[in-house]
């Protein structure tokens, strides 16, 4: 059974004006879409046909040399990209509560001095990539970025929150000022979504 690009859950205006509409059609349509067929022509007739992305990403090891490289970028990109639709929202912003915002202030001392760290993350990223904030092996939160498609699985970590820095995620709108970008980013930011993330995580 082949992946499928995952339908937007909500409209592509429905984000601005912190992404705007074109944006949003070309990334889900055209890139995301691109990650979804070169994954499956990269995994047709193998092992890895049927498997979830999540346990292909977490077992990189038993990907087949051959298609070790294409697994890698376009297994992370549609996994990425997945993520990242669902952890937006027109109805996001403001700052979480309950076990994950209990969590990050334990972590990171306040709400504020996470999102310093993640935006931190975000615009330090050189090139190509994606700040996360993800659950680790132990349970416990890390913000950090990782290079091009690579996905956070691929070290045994579960990304629950993940912003796309890929100039394509942004320059229509923004052109070089990734650091705006960001700052409007958090105003979609679909905090009960990273919720019910970070508690199936744990
Ligand atoms: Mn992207």
Do not use: C
């Not at 292909?56 to 697994?71: E, F, Q, T, W, Y």
């Not at 629950?160 to 229509?172: F, K, R, S």
């Amino acid at each position: 059974m082949a992946f499928t690009l995952p339908d937007l859950p909500y409209a592509h205006d429905a984000l601005e004006p912190s992404i705007d509409t074109r944006t949003m059609q070309i990334h889900h349509g055209k890139h995301h879409q691109g990650y979804t067929n070169k994954l499956n022509a990269a995994i047709e007739g193998t092992d890895l046909e049927g498997k979830s992305i999540e346990d292909i990403l977490r077992n990189m090891d038993s990907v087949p040399d051959g298609i070790k490289g294409a697994v890698q970028n376009n297994g992370g990109g549609y996994a990425n990209h997945s993520l990242f639709w669902t952890v937006m929202s027109p109805d996001g912003g403001g700052a979480p509560s309950g076990a994950l915002g209990d969590a990050i202030n334990s972590t990171f001392g306040s709400f504020d001095e996470f999102k310093s760290a993640f935006s931190s993350a975000a615009g330090t990223r050189f090139g190509s990539g994606w700040a996360w904030l993800v659950v680790d092996g132990d349970g416990g939160l890390q913000v950090y970025s990782t290079a091009n498609q690579d996905s956070p699985y691929m070290q045994g970590h579960t990304p629950i929150l993940g912003l796309d820095v890929w100039e394509h995620a942004y320059y229509l709108n923004y052109q070089n000022r990734r650091p705006d970008y960001v700052s409007s980013w958090w105003d979609v930011v679909n905090w009960g979504q990273v919720a019910a993330n970070f508690a199936a995580a744990k």
